[in-house]
């Protein structure tokens, strides 16, 4: 039989309920290691999942910056063949002294 503290023998029923608590704090030690273990885990997979958002929005904002820059050059582009037809058909009416509308410019 196995002695208490002060040298007397101890309960089998005490020594039982010790032995289960100690088996319970063990268990309870090993998943707060466990939970600790997980929440680095999260944590990680977090970072790691933001880092990878944060790349894709940097893409997407410097595809984004490439495709308004060359849109902004074919709308130059657009705007300069605008402005040389219209002077080629206000060269062609002055010459020619006919109206957009087809008449003949009489002044009217």
């Not at 707060?32 to 977090?46: I, V």
């Not at 050059?73 to 062609?92: D, M, N, S, Y």
């Amino acid at each position: 039989m196995a002695h208490g503290m002060n040298g007397r023998p101890m309960d089998p029923g005490i020594r039982l309920v010790l032995e289960e608590l100690r088996d319970f704090r063990k268990e309870a030690r090993d998943d707060r290691r466990q939970a600790a273990a997980d929440r680095r885990e999260a944590a990680a997979d977090r970072r790691r999942s933001d880092e990878r958002f944060e790349r894709i929005i940097q893409e997407f904002r410097e595809d984004s910056a490439r495709r308004d820059a060359v849109m902004d050059k074919r709308f130059r582009q657009i705007h300069v063949v605008g402005v040389a037809i219209l002077k080629t058909l206000e060269r062609i009416e002055r010459n020619t002294g006919i109206r957009r509308n087809g008449r003949p410019n009489n002044g009217r």
